[in-house]
């Protein structure tokens, strides 16, 4: 399936971020915390969006974030996996706490007497094409040196919703369903053309979904979206297997300066031949 046109903006936006923080939709956002925390609240007017629209970090903003009673919630979509996200969260949370401190929340950060503020939860939703178990704990300790005993710990749930990854939760959040059903028909999809892949998609989606009058109302952008998240996955696929060659190179380059194989060697199991082996590592006989 191929893109027809390419797209270039400063950050980019996701369907996810679409359905789910958009204040229209508070209803939604909502199913998706009663299912993510086992709760029934029935006020979407309850949810307080608190997305920091213009934090950018690896090129990516913000995806969704809010606050539920006594809880903040920080929720991201991940269609390349990244055991990085713990440090990504940091830097969102130390913004939107910022912001909250500042505001009238009734927060007094001066007052010798302990302040209460909301506890933070921090959820990734991950819909790649790796395999991945249905929920893994992301730690930002993992960064650090294991024997520096960091006084910083960020803890991420990355969650699976790919169709077919923990049934109860989609269930349990008609829209998340809905949303994951409809990402696996367009990646699935025979169309050549992936504009094509959505429009096919959105015909295709039963017509009781409750996202499906929004997507189609929306085409437009939902392709955008769609689009700008299909080549960003594209793109760091390419950066890794460029890294993986990389790294292959690197080595036999290695093997042949201590003598342990030689230059013909080395372009063969590299699959070239010796004057391309020459020209893509700089490497003389």
């Known amino acids: 399936m191929s893109n027809s046109k390419g797209v270039n903006r400063k950050y980019k936006d996701r369907l996810f971020t679409f359905i789910f923080g958009n ?63 713990p440090m990504r969260f940091l830097i969102y949370a130390g913004m939107v706490y910022s912001k ?26 991950y819909n790649g094409t790796d395999s991945k178990q249905d929920r893994i704990i992301l730690s930002l300790s993992d960064s650090f040196d294991k024997d520096s005993q960091p006084d910083i710990e960020v803890k991420v749930t990355m969650i699976n919703i790919n169709y077919g990854h923990n049934k109860d939760l989609l269930n349990a959040c008609k829209p998340l ?23 096919i998609a959105l015909t295709e989606m039963p017509d009781d979904f409750i996202i499906k009058s929004f997507l189609i109302a929306n085409r437009a952008e939902v392709k955008r979206m769609c689009i700008t998240e299909y ?21 036999l380059v290695s093997l042949v300066k201590d003598n342990i194989i030689t230059l013909s060697d080395a372009a063969q199991r590299a699959n070239m031949t010796v004057t391309e082996f020459e020209l893509k590592t700089g490497l003389k006989a």
């Open 231 to 251: 080549d960003e996955s594209r793109t760091l696929a390419e950066q890794r297997e460029e890294g993986r060659i990389e790294g292959i190179l690197n080595t």
């Open 100 to 125: 909250y401190i500042e505001g009238d929340n009734g927060y007094h950060r001066f007052s010798k007497q302990q302040q209460k503020a909301p506890t933070p939860k921090c959820v990734c939703f």
């Open 177 to 199: 369903n809905e949303y994951s059903w409809f990402i696996d028909k367009v990646r699935n999809s025979k169309a050549s053309v992936f504009e094509e892949a959505i429009d």
């Open 23 to 85: 204040s229209e939709n508070k209803a939604w956002t909502l199913s998706l915390y009663n299912a993510v925390n086992g709760s029934d609240y029935t006020n979407p007017d309850d949810i307080i969006l608190n997305t920091i629209d213009n934090v950018v970090y690896m090129g990516m903003k913000n995806d969704v974030s809010f606050l539920m009673g006594d809880m903040m919630n920080f929720y991201e979509q991940q269609s390349t996996f990244n055991p990085n996200m």
